[in-house]
């Protein structure tokens, strides 16, 4: 059973306190939970898809009131004076820090962070779909926003997971064409349903041909090995490949085919304070849900075991 955590001592200045009612699990949380990545500390609680109430507020906390729905997401704190922070840009400052490392996180009854990066929850959001938008959603929402998707835009969207079933909802709601691409056919139902026009069978090869030179911006949620210059021969002039997912190989491609269209490859993080902000209320305005399982918080091992084995459509969320 991972341990309940309730942060003890005189609240910070510029601190607020969460009650927490929901908790999204990310594929994040079991990287940190097995040091994957070599920055965990043990004893360690996960967690940055947080949804609850504010509980207390410091003495410099005037934007936020006791009572009042919250949500906070990976980042807790940055250090509020670097280039990026002054920018608006706090998600690449770099003294970070992100809610569930080097700190408890969601996985408990009470969390705190810097007022900053307590976001509001807009009424029309239920907390436990919410939730995941913390994470899931604001890291696909921010690279269509950065990269200017919109009406006139194609954008295709590789893999239909927890973050991919967010992604098509997104680019449907900018108004953009949706192509869904994946490797299992039987999503191709649900991904219209989700707002895709398009949806190509990445095992076929005659289909991915025919997609070559389709698309303006392709967005990668997979955390699998494909062919990426089959997805950049779909791209179209000044087309780009995003990622967000994270294939565990390295990615090489074809530089000429960048060069003779203008195209590009590039990485997104989540996104800043006033970023999340406008995607919980873009959400809120055009219907974007997080599909979600449900978990009492007792039963986290549990939930934890069912996401590592890819049993959960789309997201697991705990519930205090």
Request: glycine share 10%.
């Amino acid at each position: 059973m991972l341990p309940f955590h309730y942060a003890p001592g005189k609240i910070g200045a510029q601190e607020v306190e969460i009650s927490i009612s929901h908790c999204g699990i990310c594929h994040s949380d079991l990287h940190l939970i097995s040091n994957d990545w070599g920055i965990s500390q043990y004893p360690f609680i996960p967690g940055h898809e947080i949804v609850g109430t504010v509980s207390a507020v410091g003495a410099e906390v005037s934007s936020l009131k006791t009572g009042e729905r919250v949500g906070l997401g990976w980042q807790s704190n940055s250090c509020g004076a670097c280039e990026w922070c002054i920018r608006g840009m706090e998600n690449l400052c770099p003294a970070a820090e992100a809610t569930c490392v080097h700190r408890h996180g969601g996985y408990a009854d009470r969390v705190r962070a810097n007022m900053r990066f307590v976001i509001p929850i807009p009424e029309a959001l239920e907390s436990a779909q919410a939730a995941p938008l913390l994470c899931a959603g604001i890291t696909v929402y921010n690279p269509l926003r950065e990269h200017g998707v919109n009406p006139s835009s194609r954008v295709g969207i590789v893999g239909i997971g927890g973050l991919g079933h967010l992604a098509v909802q997104f680019a449907r709601a900018f108004g953009a064409e949706v192509t869904a691409f994946s490797s299992t056919p039987d999503k191709e139902e649900e991904a219209h349903a989700l707002g895709a026009h398009n949806f190509v069978n990445t095992r076929e090869s005659k289909a991915l041909r025919e997609a070559a030179g389709t698309q303006d911006f392709i967005l990668s949620t997979v955390n699998a090995d494909q062919d990426w210059g089959i997805f950049i021969q779909c791209l179209r002039p000044t087309g780009t490949l995003c990622f967000v997912g994270v294939p565990p190989s390295p990615v090489s491609a074809n530089v000429f085919s960048l060069i003779s269209g203008l195209r590009s490859i590039t990485g997104n993080p989540t996104g800043s304070p006033y970023r999340l902000r406008e995607m919980l209320d873009v959400a809120a305005r055009h219907g974007v849900k997080a599909q979600i399982e449900p978990f009492p918080m007792a039963k986290a091992n549990e939930a934890i075991e069912k996401v590592k084995k890819n049993k959960v459509r789309y997201r697991a969320v705990l519930a205090n």
